[in-house]
């Protein structure tokens, strides 16, 4: 059964509905209110999926990225005329075609990738940065705190590379000079952990010209 509700996300309005219902939405809204965007600001939101918060924002230069054709098309539909979408991986390539970004999302991203393929991703997302610009990321993590509701959830998301607060800074601090985070664990109405994690100060912070 769980495989199927898995299957079904990939149809948007019953994603969005559900990121809804569970109230996984107030978790992305959170992450825009903590990097208190303003009109003008680039953006670019890596795994933006159908970017269903995107009217959330403020008037910014915003550049979406994802994997999945029916995502992207939703979001091209209904936002195209205000943001640009990409149904492409994010990666070094784009760095010369997108201007230096004040803020990077990561949102429910790095546990659905590898170890080698998050420290790529944080690296190319470092580069991509203007000066002063932050990374913000949210993933479903296991924490000791959990009870046995959220740690099920945890062990059963479709992210197969779930980790503790702790993996993900370490990831992180190969990148970002400047790593912090929290537990969030009362934003969804199905007791879940997550775990926040604002990157800034990036070691190789060089932007192509």
């Not at 990225?65 to 943001?83: E, L, M, N, Q, V």
């Not at 062990?155 to 993996?167: C, K």
Request: proline fraction near 5%; aromatic fraction near 8%; charged fraction near 25%.
């Amino acid at each position: 059964m769980l495989s199927a509700v898995k299957g079904l996300l990939g149809h948007v309005s019953l994603y969005v509905a559900l990121q809804r219902g569970l109230g996984a939405d107030r978790l992305r809204y959170r992450c825009l209110d903590e990097l208190a965007l303003s009109d003008g600001d680039t953006v670019i939101d890596v795994g933006c999926g159908p970017a269903y918060y995107f009217e959330r924002l403020p008037r910014v230069s915003y550049f979406g990225f994802d994997t999945s054709a029916r995502y992207i098309a939703h979001a091209r539909k209904r936002w195209g005329d205000r943001a640009e979408f990409r149904c492409e991986v994010f990666g070094e390539e784009h760095l010369g075609q997108i201007p230096p970004a004040d803020a990077v999302l990561l949102l429910g991203l790095l546990h659905h990738l590898s170890d080698a393929d998050s420290r790529h991703l944080l690296k190319v997302a470092g580069r991509a940065l203007a000066p002063g610009g932050r990374v913000i990321a949210v993933d479903t993590c296991f924490e000791p705190r959990q009870g046995r509701i959220s740690r099920w959830m945890s062990e059963n998301d479709r992210g197969e590379h779930v980790r503790t607060p702790e993996g993900f800074v370490a990831l992180a601090r190969e990148s970002f000079a400047d790593v912090d985070g929290e537990i969030i664990d009362d934003a969804t109405r199905v007791p879940s952990s997550f775990w926040l994690m604002r990157m800034r100060d990036p070691v190789l912070a060089s932007h192509p010209a």
